[in-house]
């Protein structure tokens, strides 16, 4: 694992360097995923890394836990807090749907997610403008296998190192990098609504799709759950839908 790390910061390196940039940022939630890419990022670009915090109606506890990161890795920071653009994004959709009768309760616990997730996305975007820097990722393997990511939201950066990392060994990772033990320890959770965990929302567990990535045999249901996932969110791993030339 020591030999890919390596082997990740130089291929980081080579990424900025032929896109003729400067260094990379990454948003910093609390979670193991952006905890690795922080580590990494900062390895890669000493004087040239960055990480944002952005809380967004956010749990303070998740403050707290980025800020453990921060200090581990020794990366430069900002906090960006999106919870006013949210409500007023937000909170204009929802004005104008509720005026026309349209508005779907149903539906919104997830448009007021994904709008978070956007909104780092768009903040990520402005300041690597500013400074030259790419946007880094955090999809591992198993999100990305199953589609547990926001389209055009965390998962519109420019590169995904750990793309081919399971949640095993994107701890496994973490763990060589010195990342705190405790958010290595941590559940899993995008942090989009109160008491939400990557687990219980998916219906499966990352070991059941750590090993079915691997290979490895899992109970038929589990099977079932991730491969409807992996079916029904094919259209977030492809460029936008075009129709044939007319
Ligand atoms: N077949 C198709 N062909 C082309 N486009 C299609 C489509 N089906 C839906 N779409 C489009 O995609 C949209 C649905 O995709 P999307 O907007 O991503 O929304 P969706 O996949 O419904 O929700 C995102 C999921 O990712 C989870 N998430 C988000 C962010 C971070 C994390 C985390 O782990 O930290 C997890 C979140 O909790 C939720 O379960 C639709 O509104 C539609 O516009
Ligand atoms: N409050 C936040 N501030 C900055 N970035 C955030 C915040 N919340 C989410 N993100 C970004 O969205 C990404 C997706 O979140 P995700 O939960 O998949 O990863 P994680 O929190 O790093 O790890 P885990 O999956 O174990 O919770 C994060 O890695 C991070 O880059
Ligand atoms: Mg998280």
Known sequence: MQEKIDKLVQWLRDQV?????NGAVVGISGGIDSAVVAHL????????????????????????????VVKSCGIRHLVIDLTEAHRTL????????KAIGEWSEERARLGDANTRARLRMTTLYAVANNYGYLVVGTDNAAEWHTGYFTKYGDGGVDLVPLIHFTKGEVREMGRLLGVPEEIIKKAPSAGLWEGQTDESEMGTTYEMI???LKGEDIPERDRKIIERLHERSHHKRQLAIAPPKF
């Open 90 to 97: 937000f909170g204009a959709v929802e004005a104008e749907l």
């Open 17 to 21: 360097s032929s896109a003729g940039l």
């Open 210 to 212: 750590d090993k079915y």
């Open 41 to 68: 990022i900062k390895r890669a670009f000493p004087d040239d890394s960055l990480g944002l915090i952005m809380p967004c109606k956010s749990n303070p506890k998740d403050m707290e836990d980025a800020l453990k």
